[in-house]
């Protein structure tokens, strides 16, 4: 079940494990004494807080389990159950021996509520850790790419531009780096504080140009 290099000199690479079953979540915590879940939701929150967790994945040695929810709903239905924990997405687990040490869900998936977590409970790893296979490709950017191409392009107006922007990015739910998250958020914020509708964003141009912008994000991902 791990996902490590066959070379012996290679470094291991942090184990990273969808879980679709039932039975895939048991074995998973059967073979990993020290381990975590996490569920991932439909939005923008999952890929906030997988950036997150991923910033402490590679400094320390913790197998992580993730369940798209919505995918794997009898995998996520398992994990409530062994837990006796309610259901959230995004939500991160960590289990010892089987039994829930440590939940936190949602927008609290933060540097402040796992770097305690983690520096107490979870071993330091001597490498640093190389994301396995189970996620690479999960980072798509083409999208967004494309859509960003097309709007320096000329195709797309501000306004046009902005909504469709924004719109993908609150629907993204992606397991992302945290260099990614910064980068795609760089460009309008949080769509979650417009909560009166996409025209709260403002005029497009009011945050400077935003197609110098749009280009200098395009020449970073």
């Not at 291991?12 to 494990?17: E, K």
């Not at 004494?33 to 939005?43: I, L, M, N, S």
């Not at 924990?85 to 829930?100: A, E, N, V």
Request: with cysteine; charged share 20%.
């Amino acid at each position: 079940m791990t996902q490590t290099d066959h070379n012996p000199n290679a470094k291991p690479a942090q184990v990273l494990v969808p879980l679709t079953t039932p039975e895939e979540v048991d074995g998973f915590l059967a073979e990993y004494p020290q381990a975590a879940v996490f569920k991932a939701g439909t939005c923008h929150k999952t890929m906030q807080g997988f950036g997150v967790l991923e910033t402490f994945l590679a400094k320390h040695d913790l197998p992580v389990g993730f369940i798209r929810v919505v995918d794997w709903r009898p995998a996520s239905n398992h994990v409530t159950e062994l837990s006796g924990l309610q259901h959230q997405s995004p939500q991160f687990i960590i289990f010892k021996d089987g039994q829930p040490t440590f939940e936190v869900n949602n927008w609290d998936i933060t540097p402040e509520q796992l770097g305690p977590v983690f520096e107490a409970d979870v071993p330091v790893r001597q490498d640093a850790a190389q994301m396995s296979g189970a996620v690479a490709g999960e980072g798509n950017v083409a999208p967004y790419k494309q859509l960003m191409q097309a709007y320096v392009g000329g195709q797309l107006p501000d306004w046009e531009f902005q909504e469709r922007y924004v719109n993908m990015f609150r629907d993204d739910a992606s397991l992302r780096s945290q260099r990614e998250f910064e980068l795609l958020s760089h460009l309008f914020g949080d769509p979650d504080a417009y909560h009166g509708g996409l025209h709260q964003l403002g005029q497009p141009q009011a945050r400077g140009d935003l197609k110098a912008r749009v280009e200098a994000l395009l020449s970073q991902l």
